[in-house]
């Protein structure tokens, strides 16, 4: 838990609970953090909220379809040098995506140890992972296409199969995309030396809380849509 | 912009503290660890999937591990482990209230299957 803070002007504010009243009930700016990290969190929130309402959406038609629902384990199975193994595809995406998260993490550190060079390297290697993940995903809908998934149905089982499969992951895959061209835009303004002269690294910080989000997705549509 | 003190890292190891540290500073450790383990979590959900584990226990497997990632992203990766009291409480208790959407799409979606097997299905 945070100890004692002082805000801007010198008065200091109890931790804990007495610190959520204080806080929220002193005529003052609630939140200690920079606008913009406040604001790309209430983003994020209602962000969770949308995804929430996509993966609920497609528990509920999953539980009430009669049909059997399609067995992701063998839909996304590769036949890779003459081996037949599940899901691997997935899993390789799974952990290009939580390796961007780690070199995001590294940048927003070494941000804000005032690397510029590492840091908007990081960044772009990061962005590159992002480019990759996007990449995977093209050629999977690409497979799944061919084989005759469509929104509307496909040749294994429940027809809605299709319909989630393609808002979920499309809408992530369009999270994701936009984050690369997000961590590109800040990377070039990193290594122009633009956050020096502003004399604060936070818009590196505020970027990775979005490409952690995205990350953060990815663990519960892993978890909910393709294990489950 | 007028500067605002952000929270200093209880949490954290002295090590962080150099003079004039500025946000949210951490040791590299921190990250590499929190980074680590995501790596090993995912692979043991996948493993789940890799063994056909069934029932019971691949639920729990998978839920176990995704809550495990989750956390691990949102508190350190986030750092909303460092964060006041009350910005934890503007982020992550909204999300709570949408178990109730949850719990209520999955009785409605019961009723819906059993309304398909007794009247669509002859």
Redesign the interface.
């Known amino acids: 838990m945070a100890n004692q803070v002082s805000t801007a002007h010198g008065e200091s504010t109890p931790p804990g609970l007495r610190g959520v009243v204080s806080d929220w009930s002193a005529d003052k700016q609630a939140f200690p953090v920079p606008w913009g990290k406040a604001m790309m969190w209430i983003f994020l929130l209602s962000d969770t909220f949308i995804f929430t309402c996509f993966l609920t959406g497609y528990m509920n038609v999953r539980i009430s379809t009669t049909v059997p629902w399609p067995n992701p384990s063998e839909i996304f199975s590769l036949d890779i040098a003459g081996k037949h193994i599940p899901m691997i595809l997935i899993a390789i995406m799974t952990m290009v995506l939580i390796t961007s998260s780690g070199t995001m993490a590294m940048a927003v550190n070494f941000g804000y140890r005032r690397n510029r060079a590492n840091t908007a390297a990081l960044m772009l290697m990061t962005a590159g992972f992002g480019a990759t993940f996007v990449a995977m995903q093209a050629f999977e809908w690409t497979k799944l296409i061919v084989e005759g998934a469509r929104p509307w149905g496909n040749p294994w089982g429940a027809p809605q199969f299709g319909s989630c499969f393609f808002m979920i992951t499309g809408f992530h895959g369009l999270h994701v995309s936009a984050g690369v061209i997000y961590l590109t835009v800040v990377a070039n303004r990193v290594w122009r030396g633009f956050y020096d002269r502003k004399g604060s690294y936070e818009t590196v910080e505020i970027a990775g809380l979005y490409w952690h989000f995205v990350d953060l997705v990815w663990v519960f549509i892993f978890a909910l849509f393709y294990l489950w | 912009?007028?500067?605002?003190?952000?929270?200093?890292?209880?949490v954290a190891e002295p090590a962080a503290a150099e003079p004039h540290?500025?946000?949210?500073?951490?040791p590299?450790r921190v990250?590499?660890v929190?980074?680590a383990l995501?790596?090993v979590f995912?692979t043991f959900?996948?493993l789940?999937?890799?063994f056909h584990f069934h029932g019971a226990l691949r639920?729990a497997l998978?839920?176990l591990?995704?809550l495990l990632?989750?956390g691990c992203?949102?508190a350190?990766?986030?750092?909303m482990a460092?964060?006041?009291?009350?910005?934890k409480?503007?982020?992550l208790v909204?999300?709570v209230f949408?178990l109730i959407?949850?719990g209520l799409?999955?009785v409605?979606?019961?009723y819906?299957?059993l309304t398909?097997?007794t009247s669509?299905?002859r």
Request: charged letters at 15%; aromatic letters at 18%.
């Open positions: 912009m007028d500067q605002v003190a952000v929270p200093e890292h209880a540290a500025e946000g949210q500073q951490h590299i990250y590499l929190i980074w995501l790596f995912s959900s996948y789940v999937d890799y639920w998978i839920i591990f995704m990632k989750a992203i949102v350190i990766f986030m750092h460092w964060e006041r009291l009350a910005l409480f503007a982020i909204p999300p949408l959407l949850i799409m999955a409605e979606g019961d819906t299957f398909r097997l669509f299905l």
